[in-house]
């Protein structure tokens, strides 16, 4: 009976450590994604954040992997922007322009619509008239897709060039 009675107090009291480590380990865990997931929303802007944890949930590789892979989307929209409109403000201008436009959509969708405001910058030259236009596009287009959006961007724009006037 008494080495009944050692073999339960023994496995009560292995039991209550591996308890105790484990809610240890499982306070860390949290101390720990708490602290990274601070120091990626200090590292990524707003519109990749927000996209990333709404998709992939606080933690996880999938997460990180989104933020990075929309960072290099961004610096490459940058590049794109930059080298056409010559400056990085007027980028800068565009780029956020489009995140008003699609601020949860993720930067795939923000690449989509600086493509196209930079297609409507080729044709006109003229921010007020291609804002106009694509506003019009985006409202009546949107619910149909990104492609929708900029056939009647480069349609809007090139009825602007050859008769003056916005197309109705």
């Given at each position: ?15 209550s ?60 929209i ?18 956020d ?72």
């Amino acid at each position: 009976m008494p080495v009944l009675k050692f073999a339960v107090t023994f496995f009560v009291l292995m039991l209550s450590i591996a308890l105790y480590a484990a809610k240890k380990d499982e306070q860390a865990s949290y101390k720990h994604d708490y602290y990274l997931l601070r120091h990626y929303k200090l590292i990524y802007t707003k519109e990749i954040f927000h996209f990333c944890v709404d998709k992939y949930g606080t933690t996880g590789h999938k997460m990180r992997s989104c933020m990075i892979r929309n960072d290099k989307i961004k610096k490459n929209i940058f590049a794109d922007a930059r080298d056409q409109l010559g400056m990085q403000s007027l980028a800068q201008n565009i780029y956020d322009d489009c995140v008003d436009y699609y601020p949860l959509n993720g930067v795939a969708r923000i690449r989509k619509c600086v493509r196209t405001r930079l297609v409507l910058d080729d044709k006109l030259k003229d921010i007020t008239i291609e804002e106009i236009i694509y506003q019009k596009c985006d409202f009546k287009w949107r619910k149909h897709s990104s492609g929708a959006i900029d056939t009647c961007s480069r349609a809007g724009a090139n009825h602007y060039r050859d008769k003056g006037q916005l197309k109705d």
